[in-house]
């Protein structure tokens, strides 16, 4: 069993454990309106984004599984650090939901908007569902808001099936099942 976050490295990304240096570009992407709009719809603090790095490595050490920190590879040559854009993992939220998940790893993503439409997502959601096929038994499924349509379409392209609409903390959302 994996006690921390395996690195995974695709053609241009890094997928990394999260570690401290992460927070302040974490707590930014997390306040960042445009982030939040389908995923609960109000920016988080820094004290909220501090808990979840912290709930991260968590994952990892009692599961098996857990989140990423995703960073662009440094150009070859280049002095330049690479930056953090975004996280994506599996996880066992233990979520009150109607149909329950119990059992499933739930996947979900987040990148800065910085980086949309550049094909990321569909890059480090194809390594983790690769390192998901690798390593995990139980089935994958993400909770995407209806309206959120560029989620549904990376879930739909990574080989999530609408599975039913439901509601979660009073917000509509559809779950996704794969495999």
Same mark, same amino acid.
């Given at each position: 069993?994996?006690?921390?976050?395996? &690195?995974i490295?695709?053609?241009? &990304?890094?997928l990394? +454990? #999260?570690?401290?240096?992460?927070?302040?570009a974490?707590?930014?992407?997390?306040?960042?309106?445009?982030?939040?709009?389908?995923?609960?719809?109000t920016?988080?603090?820094?004290?909220?984004s501090?808990?979840?790095?912290?709930?991260?490595?968590?994952?990892w050490?009692m599961? +098996?599984?857990?989140?990423?920190?995703v960073?662009?590879?440094? &150009?070859t040559?280049?002095?330049?650090?690479a930056?953090?854009? $975004?996280?994506?993992?599996?996880?066992?939220y233990?979520?009150?939901?109607t149909p329950?998940?119990? $059992?499933?790893?739930?996947m979900g993503?987040? &990148?800065?908007p910085?980086?949309?439409?550049?094909?990321?997502?569909?890059?480090a959601?194809?390594?983790v569902i690769?390192?998901?096929d690798? #390593?995990?038994?139980?089935?994958?499924c993400?909770?995407?808001?209806?309206?959120?349509q560029s989620?549904?379409?990376?879930?739909e392209k990574? $080989?999530?099936?609408?599975h039913?609409d439901t509601e979660?903390? $009073?917000?509509?959302?559809?779950?996704?099942?794969? +495999?």
């Open positions: 069993m994996f006690t921390a976050a395996p &690195l490295e695709t053609e241009r &990304l890094i990394r +454990g #999260h570690c401290a240096a992460d927070f302040d974490e707590a930014a992407l997390w306040a960042d309106e445009r982030v939040v709009r389908y995923i609960g719809g920016p988080s603090s820094r004290e909220a501090w808990g979840r790095l912290l709930r991260y490595p968590g994952h050490q599961l +098996g599984f857990g989140y990423w920190a960073v662009v590879k440094p &150009l040559g280049s002095d330049e650090s930056p953090f854009i $975004g996280e994506i993992g599996i996880a066992d233990q979520r009150q939901i329950s998940l119990a $059992g499933m790893g739930e993503w987040v &990148l800065s910085d980086f949309h439409g550049k094909g990321y997502a569909f890059e959601a194809q390594a690769n390192w998901a690798t #390593h995990l038994t139980r089935p994958l993400c909770i995407i808001d209806p309206e959120h989620s549904i379409r990376l879930a990574c $080989g999530f099936v609408a039913t979660y903390q $009073g917000t509509a959302a559809r779950i996704f099942k794969r +495999g």
